[in-house]
């Protein structure tokens, strides 16, 4: 069996502040005094570049995970504003709400795949009700 390679401090370092810190790359690699040619040998190495595809995995789960959370307080925010008294807010609530339908992905595929989005759900008959009230309205200030 293959002996397993480990990080080095300053690569682990690195990595943590990259991924975790405030700085940009090259001010991290300038605070470890790493060189940019020294940071593409690791990049080549694969136990570096494993560790790095895996924090940016991680961050992008945690982005989605952010997300997922305050979707439902979006989509109620953006209902509320269905019922706006600026008709130009409302409008552009339902249409938000309208092309929101075709943007949600389906839990059992990955998220990552944007050939997997697909509607999970549909409007409920209330809130199309609304939608297409307000448009209505709008359609006919216009036409004044």
Request: glycine fraction near 2%; include cysteine.
């Amino acid at each position: 069996m293959a002996k397993i390679k480990k990080l080095k401090k300053k690569q682990l370092a690195v990595l943590d502040e990259i991924f975790l810190g405030e700085l940009d790359e090259q001010a991290v690699l300038d605070k470890y005094n790493v060189s940019r040619n020294q940071y593409y040998k690791w990049l080549t190495d694969d136990c570096f570049a494993e560790q790095f595809d895996r924090r940016i995995a991680a961050s992008y789960r945690q982005s989605a995970a952010l997300i997922a959370r305050y979707a439902t307080l979006a989509a109620a925010k953006l209902v509320q504003l269905t019922e706006s008294e600026n008709q130009e807010t409302a409008r552009k609530a339902c249409l938000d709400i309208i092309s929101m339908q075709g943007k949600t992905s389906d839990p059992g595929h990955k998220t990552t795949d944007p050939e997997n989005m697909t509607p999970t759900s549909s409007l409920s008959p209330e809130t199309a009700s609304k939608i297409l009230e307000v448009l209505a309205q709008q359609q006919k200030t216009e036409d004044r």
